[in-house]
């Protein structure tokens, strides 16, 4: 079946403007993840959804972040008034349920501020 | 707070030959998960192989091995045989169950294979 799936999949912009970044999981998976990875460093987690319950958001790196999860399926990554900083590769992973232990990564969009 | 480290930024190996890649962690719980993920030039993360912590079993898939030291809390990868294909960069993670199974990664390992 289908992967996870990101759009776009590389996006620059200007310092200041905002962007939105797609995630689209594995039909039926439940658990949704989203995950910054910097320039030569490893993931860092930024936001966790499970079904209905209030997402974890102890890894979002400032309240320029925010995401939401429409229907239980797709997600967006919203970054408001971006920084040079943010600069990165946002990837999303999924999983059946949140006691499942492997994740599934999407190819992740890589965001460039100029 | 969990913590993994990867202290091998670099490795090269050569075809048909074996490599080992390190990775420890730091953690206070006793139930968590442990895993391998390869992440090729596509930037698609794979996962290669994954351990239970209370298996004292070391996990094997194919080529690919691990020798899991919980006392010690290590955590390295043996690539056996090892192919072109197997370029890449790997990051080792770490999952506790509570109170979000999030994944904590090393900051990778760049293997080189050489024909």
């Known amino acids: 079946g289908a992967g996870v799936s990101q759009s776009p999949s590389n996006k620059v912009t200007e310092k200041g403007k905002d962007v939105e970044l797609r995630c689209d999981p594995i039909?039926?998976?439940?658990?949704l993840y989203w995950y910054r990875q910097s320039l030569g460093q490893g993931l860092e987690f930024l936001i966790y959804?499970?079904?209905?319950?209030?997402?974890?958001k102890s890894g979002l790196p400032s309240d320029r972040f925010s995401a939401e999860r429409t229907g239980g399926s797709v997600s967006t990554l919203t970054i408001q008034r971006t920084q040079q900083e943010d600069s990165a590769v946002y990837l999303c992973a999924s999983s059946p349920t949140s006691s499942y232990n492997e994740q599934f990564f999407g190819p992740g969009t890589r965001l460039t501020v100029l | 707070a969990q913590t993994v480290t990867q202290s091998q930024p670099e490795m090269s190996v050569q075809e048909a030959e074996t490599v080992t890649l390190s990775c420890t962690y730091d953690?206070?719980?006793?139930?968590?998960?442990l895993f391998w993920y390869k992440q090729p030039p596509s930037r698609q993360m794979i996962l290669v192989i994954r351990?239970?912590?209370?298996?004292?079993q070391n996990a094997t898939e194919n080529r690919f091995s691990v020798n899991f030291q919980k006392a010690a809390k290590s955590f390295s990868l043996k690539i056996s045989d090892s192919q072109l294909g197997d370029t890449a960069m790997y990051f080792c993670a770490f999952m506790a169950l509570l109170p979000t199974d999030k994944l904590i990664f090393g900051t990778g390992t760049r293997l080189q294979v050489f024909p």
């Open positions: 953690t206070s719980e006793n139930n968590y998960y």
């Open positions: 039909s039926g998976h439940t658990a």
């Open positions: 959804f499970q079904g209905n319950s209030a997402p974890d």
């Open positions: 351990q239970e912590a209370y298996k004292q």
